[in-house]
Structure formats: C-alpha cells, structure tokens
Nanobody, 120 residues
Framework: QVQLVESGGGLVQSGGSLRLSCAAS????????MGWYRQAPGKQRELVAI???????NYADSVKGRFTISRDNGKNTVYLQMNSLKPEDTGVYSC??????????????WGQGTQVTVSS
C-alpha cells in the first residue's frame, strides 16, 4: 500500500504561483511513476505532469513552460511548481502514484486532492 498526502493548494490571482507537495509513504519502492492530475468542474480528470522513478518528466501541452514537476527522493515527496497561473488552471489537483504490473496492468494510488483556484 502507498499513502499520498497533498498540500499547497489555495486561491491565487491570475499570473501568480503555487507549489503543490505530495508526500508518499508505504511501499514506495514499488512505484514506477508519480504525477499530478486535475479535474475542473464539469470536466474529466486530466494528466498535468508525471515523473518516472528515473526522473523522466512529461507535461500536458497546456502547462508546458509554466509548470515543473520534481521529486525529492530523500523526503519521498513530489512537487508541482505552478507559475503564470491562469483561470483555466482552476480545479482539484490530485497526486497519483502508479505501479506497473504484468500484462499491461497498473495499480493506481491517489491522494485526497487539493483545490487550486485562480481568479482573473
């Protein structure tokens, strides 16, 4: 089992910055990737950024150049630095940890989510 605890959401004006943190505990060595997803009201959850155990990162096109995902292995924590925030970045941001299994299956763990609201 893996437990994820997020922090750092809040209300910010357009153009501002926030940093989200996701502290992981439990069977962390089994995790292949960690990432951030978000869900805006009335929309499906979407991938924002992901980082592999080897440090490879990927971002949604909408956040490239503005958001940075990083990890501190010593603290078992993943961060999402969000700069130049826009109102369309508003949503519930959830931390994800994924364990890839045989035959293409994966097991996902989720945090409780943290609200990010960007005012115009």
């Amino acid at each position: 089992q893996v437990q994820l605890v997020e922090s750092g959401g809040g209300l910010v004006q357009s153009g501002g910055s926030l940093r989200l943190s996701c502290a992981a505990s439990g069977s962390i060595s089994s995790i292949n990737t960690m990432g951030w997803y978000r869900q805006a009201p009335g929309k499906q959850r979407e991938l924002v950024a992901i980082i592999s155990s080897g440090g490879t990162t990927n971002y949604a096109d909408s956040v490239k150049g503005r958001f940075t995902i990083s990890r501190d292995n010593g603290k078992n924590t993943v961060y999402l630095q969000m700069n130049s925030l826009k109102p369309e970045d508003t949503g519930v941001y959830s931390c994800n940890a994924a364990r890839f299994e045989r035959l293409g299956f994966r097991h996902d763990y989720w945090g409780q989510g943290t609200q990010v609201t960007v005012s115009s």
